[in-house]
């Protein structure tokens, strides 16, 4: 299989005052397209700042991330933007869809960043279709569930088949049965549309049914 993911030797600091507060010291992975890692580890371990480096949120201080043979780092913040874009999708524990749009419009907003000739429209319903929400495409959150808004930041996550998806605590504010339905969405939907998956959790059931797991402790990463 294709490699999805490298990472050589990525380190990432914070300045608190005249303190130097090493989070990352050093991460070295690589990853294949298909594959479901998730990363585990204490709070304050590190893993929410792996996900927004893999997520060209932030660029790490030294060190070289490649996704899908590209270094994003090396590009110029309006290719960057296009390449988050085009490659990536987040899902997070919080579904932060716009209360003012309906599930349709929120699962669509990512396509609105570099508008095309495309219509989007068909593939957004069939993802709400295939989240189970067919019949409630024109429904704001305000008139959906918990659980049935996390399915549509799935959706949403998709919508422009990115290769990567980032999910961090996709699960954290559900209840346990509501977070088995998305989850079983989401590994189902990662599988048909063939990314590579990469979630942070807290939770060992939502972790074990990755096909890897690396845990974080003290700025490094070891497959566990």
């Known amino acids: 299989m294709a490699i999805a993911l490298a990472l050589s030797n990525v380190r990432k600091h914070f300045s ?3 303190q130097t507060i090493e989070i990352l010291r050093g991460i070295s992975l690589t990853a294949e397209v298909g594959q479901s890692l998730a990363v585990v580890g204490p709070s304050g371990s590190g893993k929410s700042t792996l996900l927004h480096l893999l ?3 932030e660029a790490p201080d030294a060190g070289q991330i490649a996704i899908g043979g590209q270094d994003p780092n090396a590009l110029s913040e309006p290719e960057l933007a296009r ?3 085009e490659h990536i999708g987040f899902v997070f524990q919080q579904h932060h869809l716009l209360p003012q749009y309906s599930a349709l419009e929120n699962t669509l907003l990512p396509t609105l960043a570099f508008p095309s000739d495309r219509d989007h429209r068909p593939r957004a319903r069939d993802l709400l279709a295939a989240v189970g ?4 495409i024109d429904h704001r959150p305000g008139e959906l569930s918990g659980g049935e808004c996390q399915r ?3 959706a949403r996550a998709l919508i422009n088949r990115p290769g990567l998806l980032l999910c961090d605590e996709p699960t954290g ?3 346990r049965q509501t977070a088995t339905t998305v989850a079983d969405l989401l590994f189902t939907l990662h599988r048909a549309e063939d990314t590579l998956l990469v979630v942070v959790t807290h939770d060992p059931e939502l972790a074990a049914r990755c096909d890897r797991r690396l845990e974080l402790s003290e700025g490094l990463c070891v497959e566990a």
């Open 16 to 18: 608190r005052g005249d």
């Open 55 to 57: 997520g060209t949120l």
């Open 83 to 85: 390449f988050r874009n």
């Open 133 to 136: 929400l067919a019949g409630r």
């Open 152 to 154: 549509v930041a799935v």
């Open 173 to 175: 504010s559900l209840d």
